[in-house]
């Protein structure tokens, strides 16, 4: 690969920009470089791949779906020569599992470390992106990929007084390579996200004392993680086709099916048996393989919502505790719905506490610790599990620059817009993976990763063969696709959550529902019709 161009020298000029070298990144360049045979260069914020699993080191991180179709599918010797430990694998083993991917393909060779993309510019005579880093790199690229990732711009709240304050703190998605010791502190964690209560009973364990502070309260549902035997991973490995092929054509990305049977069409005891049976099995089927109406009814997801209620208070021993942790203000799952293990279990802890910032906010935080409308907090260390500007915040962060000199901040000030999540009126070459628009993250990731890879991969190549210059979503195109997204998303239950599929964590930011809620296999099949009618809704250009 040529050397990048630094200031004062003219960019060097590649085929393809990929910024990101996450699941999505990887796979693009080796895609892009390997079958393509296009001279790719990837930029990474990062010392390493890895993106998600790079950065989310927090105690507890691991996977909430299962480590054998939570992986990549495009290379079957990858497939059968990777062993997961067990089901629901931890954040090493997942870093090491990308990181042997790089290795495999040799793909470090094409990527740039510690290089932040600042800034992306088209020059529409060209069509060209001219890329420039925080190292002052600058490249010139016919296309241009975003594989930033959709949680990967880690929101810290603007509470006053967090630069007085005298311990330690860390956010869970920029937590430190070498660890945080615990032993004897008197942690603090905010957050009741997927990542507060994975982190909890972890943290629990090892702290002299932990207090959770919890703004809303969470349903979250047993993991019940075990190591992955021989017999499964050998069973796993014979029917890899027919499990990857499941999982593509199905409504989330997972290999299962969705329960055909209304909440409301049988007895409460066959309900409650259903619900018992799946809470035993632990994981995500609870939500997608119960019943089929718990996100689109009210009267079905009140059954289901009441039920985990229920277990709230069989666990928790003290009924206070049990009534603060249990959620009443919005719908199970119209929130991304967290597995656990152990969560309801460590508010029994004696060396465990609880704060109802619904009932006592924050109003600072003080050299000591976290002063509430009531008490003082006297903490060591505070753990921000909360969250990330989900979606849009990792893109809006770079300067990228369309037709117009219009900045992608201007053009999204009101919310996302895309045409498919694949790409963005106005932005001609850009195309963005899993972006706002797409099932990304209310789908299992490395499918829909994959799905936009290979559909980016063949969209380039027919352009290519064409000897065309660019392709770009009409604003008739992008603007139907728009009114789609919202209309299906109106009719579920999502829009009766503040959550960040929402835009609702962060103060300010638009309230749009950004995934697209229609279905991994609904949406694969439009993208392929669209590529099968000559790219219908882009405009290609000589
Ligand atoms: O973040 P979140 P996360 N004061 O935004 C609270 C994925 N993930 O990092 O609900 C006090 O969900 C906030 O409260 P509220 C997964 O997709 C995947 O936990 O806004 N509290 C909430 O409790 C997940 O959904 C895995 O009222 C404040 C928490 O912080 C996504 O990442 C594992 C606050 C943030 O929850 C994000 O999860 C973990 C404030 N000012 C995560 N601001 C896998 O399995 C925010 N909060 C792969």
């Known amino acids: 690969m040529a050397a990048a161009g630094f200031a004062g020298e003219a960019p060097t000029q590649h085929d393809l920009v990929i910024i990101g070298a996450g699941f ?3 796979y693009m360049l080796h895609r892009a470089r390997d079958l393509l045979g296009l001279d790719a260069v990837v930029f990474e914020a990062g010392a390493g791949v890895g993106g998600t699993w790079y950065w989310n080191r927090y105690p507890g991180a691991r996977c909430d779906s299962e480590s054998y179709y939570y992986s990549y599918s495009f290379s079957e010797e990858l497939e059968q020569e990777w062993e997961w430990t067990s089901k629901y694998p931890a954040q090493p083993e997942i870093l090491r599992y990308l990181e042997h991917v790089a290795d495999r393909f040799d793909l470090r060779r094409n990527i740039r470390f510690d290089s ?34 959709c949680l990967s711009a880690a929101n810290v709240p603007d509470i006053p007084g967090l630069d007085q304050f005298d311990g330690e703190w860390f956010h869970t998605g920029r937590w430190p390579h070498d660890g945080v010791d615990f032993g004897g502190k008197r942690v603090g964690l905010i957050g009741t996200g997927s990542t507060g209560i994975q982190a909890a009973p972890v943290i629990a364990a ?28 050998a069973e796993i490995k014979a029917t890899y086709p027919a499990i990857r092929e499941h999982a593509r054509n199905s409504y989330g990305g997972f290999p299962f099916d969705p329960s055909g049977r209304s909440a409301l069409e049988v007895t409460q005891d066959e309900r409650r048996a259903t619900y018992e049976a799946l809470w035993e099995e632990g994981g995500f089927k609870f939500l997608f393989g119960s019943f089929y109406d718990l996100l689109v009814s009210e009267e079905a997801n009140d059954t289901a919502a009441e039920f985990i209620r229920g277990k709230i208070r069989e666990v928790v021993a003290d009924p206070q505790v049990a009534e603060i942790l249990a959620p009443r203000d919005h719908p199970y799952g119209s929130k991304r719905p967290p597995i656990d293990t152990n969560y309801f279990e460590t508010f029994n802890r004696s060396n465990v506490s609880l704060v109802d910032l619904r009932a006592t906010p924050i109003e600072e935080i003080t050299a000591e610790g976290v002063r509430t409308t009531a008490a003082e907090h006297s903490l060591d260390m505070i753990v921000f599990a909360t969250g990330f500007d989900a979606m849009t915040g990792a893109l809006l962060r770079m ?10 901040r201007e053009k999204w000030a009101a919310g996302p817009r895309t045409y498919l999540g694949l790409q963005v009126a106005g932005f001609p070459n850009l195309f963005t993976i ?8 209310l789908s299992n990731m490395p499918v829909s990763i994959e799905q936009h890879v290979e559909w980016i991969a063949d969209c380039i190549t027919h352009l290519r063969s064409s000897g065309a210059a660019g392709i770009e979503a009409t604003p008739e195109a992008e603007e139907a696709w728009v009114e789609h997204v919202a209309e299906i998303a109106g009719l579920t239950l999502f829009s009766k959550a503040s959550s960040w599929y929402l835009g609702a964590n962060i103060p300010g930011k638009t309230r749009v529902f950004m995934p697209y809620v229609g279905g991994v296999a609904t949406y694969r099949q439009r993208c392929d019709e669209v590529a099968a009618q000559g790219y219908e809704g882009f405009a290609i250009s000589a």
Do not use: C, K
Not at 399 to 408: E, K, N, Y
Not at 434 to 441: E, F, I, N, Q
């Open 116 to 149: 932040r993309v600042e800034s992306a510019v088209l020059d529409e005579d060209t069509l060209r992106w001219t890329v420039r880093t925080d190292g002052g790199e600058e490249v010139s690229a016919q296309f241009l990929v975003s594989a930033v990732g």
């Open 434 to 441: 899993t972006g706002p628009g797409s099932p990304s993250v």
């Open 24 to 26: 999505s990144g990887l």
């Open 399 to 408: 300067d990228i620059r369309g037709r117009d000199g219009r900045s992608l």
């Open 206 to 233: 090892e702290a002299a004392h932990l207090t959770v502070f919890q703004r809303t309260p969470n349903y979250t549902v047993p993991a019940r993680n075990a190591p992955l035997t021989p017999e499964r991973a």
